[in-house]
């Protein structure tokens, strides 16, 4: 099946250094990807919407200039947590649609958990 | 706006017991319904879906879930669990049928005990 890879799987970094996610679609193409965000114990938000080729939309509340988004090509969109700080801390999970049928599916990579110390 | 609320964050199960893993929605909208698993250092495996037609959804793995609208309800079960079955399970809901653009609950981790 489609497989969307993440990379690093947890990563430890200063406070006030910059983290770059990627997610790659292995298998597929994809012009979409979608990262989310999960603090402890709570829920998978939606960051934003990553569109090759254009500008990433943002959901509301979270800071484009802060988390940087990039989709250079069909198969990697990357996710720069610039000026970490701790309560930057939390797991990044991207997610790529592939048509499965007459529909579309959502694959997700396996997540990213930052901690800034 | 559309939550999602997983009631249970842990479940604790003996072996070849049944389960039941509950979630409950709000929505001012059409629904369409999913439950996603993780396994350890794995990504997010999608288990089944309910987009419209039949309330009840077999899934792989032997899940299957039951869309109740009157209860604003989308619980999964198994009616016997392996070891194999731990994980954290999430529901979530979108109003896009394509599934894009999830709202997640907050998962709810399943250990099967031998």
């Known amino acids: 099946g489609a497989v969307v890879s993440q990379h690093p799987s947890w990563v430890i970094c200063k406070s006030g250094t910059s983290v770059k996610i990627e997610c790659r679609s292995l298998d597929f193409q994809a012009t979409t990807m979608f990262w989310y965000r999960q603090f402890p114990k709570q829920s998978l938000m939606l960051m934003a919407t990553s569109n090759e080729g254009s500008k990433a939309t943002y959901e509301q509340g979270v800071e484009k200039d802060k988390f940087l988004i990039n989709h250079a090509s069909l198969t990697l969109s990357t996710l720069t947590v610039t000026s970490a700080h701790p309560e930057d801390s939390s797991f990044y999970i991207c997610?790529?649609?592939?048509?499965?049928?007459?529909?579309?599916?959502?694959?997700f990579g396996q997540g990213t958990r930052l901690t800034v110390v | 706006a559309q939550s999602v609320t997983q009631l249970d964050s842990q479940v604790p199960v003996f072996e070849e017991a049944p389960v039941e893993l509950r979630c409950n929605y709000s929505?001012?909208?059409?629904?369409?319904l999913f439950w996603y698993v993780q396994y350890p250092n794995q990504g997010l495996q999608l288990l089944l879906k309910y987009l419209s037609g039949s309330t009840l959804v077999k899934g792989i793995n032997g899940f299957e879930a039951e869309f109740n609208k009157s209860q604003t309800s989308f619980h999964l079960r198994k009616p016997s669990v392996h070891i194999s079955d731990t994980a954290e399970y999430f529901c979530a809901v979108s109003d896009r049928e394509y599934g894009n653009k999830l709202v997640f609950g907050a998962g709810t981790i399943l250990r099967v005990k031998s």
């Open positions: 997610s790529a649609p592939i048509m499965t049928g007459a529909r579309i599916e959502a694959f």
């Open positions: 929505s001012s909208v059409s629904v369409y």
